[in-house]
Structure formats: C-alpha cells, structure tokens
C-alpha cells in the first residue's frame, strides 16, 4: 500500500564510544531533498547516511538532526590547520587596509573560529561510530518508514472513500441523460401540438432527427466511461506500494478533464448541480494525492 511522504521517525542507541540519537522527519516534496545537521566530528559518516536514506525513500523533505555524545575524549586529539588560519589572517589584513580599522585578532579570537582546530578520533574509533552510526540509523529509518505506512494506509482509506463518493455522482449524471431526452422530446411534442395548424407536414421521423440530433449534443457516454476508467486505475495503484504520486496526479489531471467536458455539455440543472459536486471531490482527491510518496 502506498505511504505518506509525511513521518517521523527516531531512534538512539549506546555503546562504549558513546550514546548515538538519530531524528528523521519529512513533509511533502515532489523530488527527494535531503537536509542534514550532524557533528563535524562525524561529517566523514554524511554520505553514508544519504546514500542509505535514498534506498529507502523516494520522494519528500527529509531533515535528519544526528545528535552524538561522546564518553571516550581519551582517544580524540585536536587538529591544527594553518592554511584556514593564514585565510582567516589575511582577511582581517585585508579588512583593516580597506576600511581603516585596527585589525585585534588575537590567538585567542583566531582559535575560536570554525575548523581552526577540529576534533579527530583514531581509526579504531571511527570503526566503533560507523557500526554504532548504522544501527541507529536503521534504527531511525525503520521507525520513520512505520510511521509513512501508517499515515499511508490513513490517506489510502480516505481516498478509496472520495472515488466511491466520485462514482455515485457519476451515477447520478448517467441516469440523469435519459431523462433529460425525454423531457425534451415531450417539450417538442407540446410545442408542435401548440401549433398544430402549422405543422401538419411534419412527420414522426422528422421529430425523431430532432430528439437524435439533441441527444447528440448533450452525450457524455465517452466521458463518462472514461472517467469511470480513471477512477478504477486510481483504485488499482492506491493498492501499490513505492512511487505512486506521480501516476496519481495525472489519473486525477484527467478526470478533472473528463468532469470540466461533462458540465459543458450540460443542459440540466440538476446534472450541473451533481458535476459541480463532482468536482469538488475531484479536486479533494487531488490534494490529498500530494501527500503520498
């Protein structure tokens, strides 16, 4: 069945290095978009993480917030990188050659600045983080893909519901063509006989022609089982799981096409009054079809 690009999901293990949290949340997007906030001390793990989130979700905004608390500061050393802090020297040089200023940088204020100095762990340790790393975000996926199953079967329920709702109105339009003929036949039958004296040439076959060619005009048969079909496909892919959304969209595209061709033709009241509705449960079933993968 089809899931719900909508989720959360979290998930925190602990081992000698340290305790692992993995947080991961979506909302509605019509590509993948990954967004990750994670330690700079485990940055080297980034690609891994969404090189795994891509063979598990499709479509959506996905923000992941890792959360790292580390109990072995034994093995961490510091490193020095002197080329960024010759940059950031020779931009407050620069700085105070052009506007005039006193250049206080300090040792002090220079060591402070992002990736002067970055936290490094030896192999051993980053062996121990990716295994730790792994778990956790599996972890985090499994919760995170239970929670889109289940809002999925939620939205599949809800719509399964409008296409029932779609095709009573649809229903209604059929049965209401018949009728609609009839009625015009009678009308021409009453105005002939209003003026009897004029049309006494005018024979059955001739007021046939015109009921035929009236009945042509207001046809939706094409329209109707084209719809009807849609709506059937519709019913077939919300059983499907993966990728959906897309074909989903179009399916809902066209029968709003079919819907919009109906009420043109209409000559009825009451039939605009049932594609009005129809309609409007078209347009439901469209923005809810946004919110699955």
Same mark, same amino acid.
């Given at each position: ?44 793990? *980034? ?6 989130? %891509?063979?598990? &979700?499709?479509?959506?905004?996905? /923000?992941?917030?890792? @959360?790292? =608390? ?106 209401? *063509? ?6 015009? %036949?009678?009308? &021409?039958?009453?105005?002939?006989? /209003?003026?009897?004296? @004029?049309? =006494? ?93």
């Amino acid at each position: 069945m089809a899931n719900s690009m909508t989720g959360f999901g979290q998930c925190t293990k602990e081992e000698t290095i340290g305790r692992l949290t993995i947080e991961i949340k979506s909302v509605n997007q019509r590509f993948l978009d990954i967004s990750v906030r994670m330690p700079r001390e485990l940055s080297f793990l *980034e690609m891994r993480l969404r090189d795994t989130i %891509k063979k598990r &979700i499709v479509r959506g905004k996905v /923000d992941v917030f890792v @959360i790292f =608390e580390g109990n072995n500061d034994e093995n961490i050393s510091l490193k020095y990188n002197p080329n960024i802090a010759r940059s950031y020297l020779e931009g407050a040089k620069e700085m105070e050659e052009a506007f005039g200023i006193k250049n206080d940088m300090t040792t002090a204020a220079l060591s402070a600045l992002p990736y002067v100095f970055e936290k490094v762990t030896n192999q051993s340790d980053e062996d121990e983080l990716t295994k730790l790393f792994d778990e956790t975000l599996l972890c985090a996926l499994d919760s995170f893909e239970d929670a889109r199953r289940s809002e999925g079967e939620r939205l599949v329920k809800d719509l399964l519901q409008k296409t029932d709702e779609l095709l009573s109105y649809v229903s209604g339009i059929e049965k209401r *063509e018949p009728e609609i003929i009839a009625s015009y %036949k009678e009308k &021409i039958k009453q105005k002939l006989s /209003d003026f009897s004296d @004029i049309t =006494e040439g005018i024979d059955s076959s001739r007021l046939a022609l015109e009921v035929t060619m009236y009945a042509d005009k207001i046809c939706v048969d094409e329209e109707i089982v084209r719809l009807k079909s849609h709506v059937k496909e519709t019913r077939s892919v919300l059983q499907n799981q993966g990728e959906v959304g897309r074909r989903l969209d179009f399916l809902s595209q066209e029968m709003n096409r079919e819907a919009n061709t109906i009420l043109s033709k209409s000559v009825d009241v009451m039939t605009d009054s049932i594609g009005v509705s129809m309609k409007t449960v078209i347009e439901k079933i469209r923005e809810q079809i946004q919110n699955l993968e």
